[in-house]
């Protein structure tokens, strides 16, 4: 009886005063000014860290070494990179200071992450930022490398990539994304689906779809949504305000897809942002049970009421040939042709 009437006291005198979670949104993270990484070249040494999950496979390290000498790299392994504890890469300091001593390290010119998994968000209060800051150059990699792009940008204003990590695919489509973004460095990259002709009569490989009609112009960022959605309150999480938003996912049922697109809808992104772009969603059937929402439905409901150009299919995420994106880039998005095409430099220019 004293506990109910103390927690009816409570819940009265909360009456008197605003519910912070209504009246007071999350602070916005400060507005940076966006800094560009340093230029990438033939010949140049990379560093090969594992942020996130252990590599069980030791032939692993072997290829993803040899993938990056066959780019035409030079490879300098993190001296914890094949630590294990547990599910992860060693502790999180371990991992921690992988990634911080390759952006202080003046000899090394890029940082590949060699696989995802999980355990990326576990570092991101042991990052070094100023580090970061004071030696900007490229990071590359995908999936729960999404935790690495979002707090590194909303931290530093750093561009990073999202594309193939160190142990993955490294055929003719992402070796040509690869030598494109960082070999050829062009003022101006355009990313739209290869399509593939078959016997059949009609193109069904790497067809997009629309879901709203129109362009739209603004600053890239995302990645996989339910690393995205788990930094949700955090100050690892850059404003949407503006932006372009990315997303792909795997192994996640459409229940859950749509969860995680209602943790976005609370935080008020599909307000904020100017154009989506949903990749791959790979293995995400439904399993059975009362009937489910289909992507098609989820993706309608959030997007629609905003009239946010926006569309799906693109070769983002958890597929062998993959767009190997400038985190943080500005873009013009088109939603009827499926395209994302940068308006600016991403590397820092020779003086």
């Given at each position: 009886?004293?506990k109910?009437?103390?927690?009816q006291?409570?819940?009265?005198?909360?009456?008197f005063?605003?519910?912070?979670?209504?009246?007071?949104?999350?602070?916005?993270?400060?507005?940076?000014?966006?800094?560009?990484?340093n230029?990438?070249?033939?010949?140049?040494?990379v560093?090969?860290i594992s942020?996130?999950?252990a590599?069980?496979?030791?032939?692993?390290?072997t290829f993803a070494?040899?993938?990056?000498?066959a780019?035409?790299?030079?490879?300098?392994e993190?001296?914890?990179?094949?630590?294990?504890?547990?599910?992860?890469a060693?502790?999180?300091?371990?991992?921690?200071?992988?990634?911080?001593?390759?952006?202080?390290n003046?000899?090394?010119k890029?940082?590949?992450?060699?696989?995802?998994g999980?355990?990326?968000?576990?570092?991101?209060?042991?990052?070094?930022y100023?580090i970061?800051?004071n030696?900007?150059?490229?990071?590359?990699g995908?999936?729960?490398?999404?935790?690495?792009?979002?707090?590194?940008?909303?931290?530093?204003?750093?561009?990073?990539?999202?594309?193939p990590?160190?142990?993955?695919?490294w055929?003719?489509f992402?070796?040509?994304?690869f030598?494109?973004?960082f070999f050829?460095?062009?003022?101006?990259?355009?990313?739209?689906?290869?399509?593939?002709?078959?016997?059949?009569?009609?193109i069904?490989?790497?067809?997009i779809k629309?879901?709203?009609?129109?362009?739209?112009?603004?600053?890239?960022?995302?990645?996989?949504?339910?690393?995205?959605?788990?930094?949700?309150?955090?100050?690892?999480?850059p404003?949407?305000?503006?932006?372009?938003?990315?997303?792909?996912d795997?192994?996640?049922?459409?229940?859950?897809?749509?969860r995680?697109?209602?943790?976005?809808?609370?935080?008020?992104?599909?307000?904020?942002?100017?154009?989506?772009?949903?990749?791959?969603?790979?293995?995400?059937?439904?399993?059975?049970?009362?009937?489910?929402?289909?992507?098609?439905?989820?993706?309608?409901?959030?997007?629609?009421?905003?009239?946010?150009?926006?569309?799906?299919?693109?070769?983002?995420?958890?597929?062998?040939?993959?767009?190997?994106?400038?985190?943080?880039?500005?873009?013009?998005?088109d939603?009827?042709?499926?395209?994302?095409?940068?308006t600016q430099?991403?590397?820092?220019?020779?003086?």
């Amino acid at each position: 009886m004293k506990k109910r009437r103390f927690l009816q006291t409570i819940g009265m005198s909360l009456g008197f005063f605003p519910i912070l979670g209504h009246s007071q949104p999350l602070s916005k993270p400060p507005l940076l000014k966006k800094l560009l990484p340093n230029k990438l070249q033939v010949g140049d040494l990379v560093g090969l860290i594992s942020p996130s999950a252990a590599t069980a496979d030791a032939m692993q390290f072997t290829f993803a070494k040899e993938a990056l000498e066959a780019l035409g790299l030079k490879v300098l392994e993190g001296k914890h990179l094949q630590n294990r504890r547990g599910h992860l890469a060693g502790t999180d300091q371990e991992r921690a200071d992988d990634l911080n001593n390759m952006f202080a390290n003046k000899a090394v010119k890029a940082i590949i992450c060699i696989r995802g998994g999980s355990g990326a968000a576990r570092i991101l209060p042991l990052i070094d930022y100023e580090i970061i800051k004071n030696n900007p150059k490229p990071l590359l990699g995908y999936s729960d490398i999404t935790a690495l792009h979002n707090a590194i940008y909303a931290k530093t204003g750093l561009i990073t990539f999202h594309g193939p990590n160190g142990s993955g695919s490294w055929g003719k489509f992402n070796v040509s994304q690869f030598k494109k973004v960082f070999f050829e460095q062009n003022d101006t990259l355009h990313f739209e689906n290869e399509l593939e002709e078959t016997e059949d009569l009609v193109i069904k490989e790497n067809r997009i779809k629309t879901i709203y009609p129109g362009k739209a112009v603004g600053d890239l960022i995302g990645g996989n949504l339910t690393v995205l959605t788990s930094l949700a309150g955090s100050p690892y999480l850059p404003s949407f305000k503006n932006k372009i938003l990315f997303l792909e996912d795997i192994g996640e049922e459409p229940y859950r897809i749509d969860r995680m697109m209602s943790t976005l809808m609370l935080m008020g992104v599909f307000k904020e942002i100017k154009g989506f772009v949903f990749g791959q969603c790979t293995d995400c059937d439904p399993s059975g049970g009362y009937g489910n929402l289909t992507l098609d439905q989820i993706f309608d409901d959030y997007l629609l009421p905003h009239k946010i150009p926006a569309y799906r299919g693109a070769m983002i995420g958890h597929v062998p040939k993959q767009f190997l994106l400038p985190v943080g880039a500005n873009v013009n998005l088109d939603a009827d042709k499926g395209t994302l095409t940068t308006t600016q430099p991403i590397f820092k220019q020779s003086k």
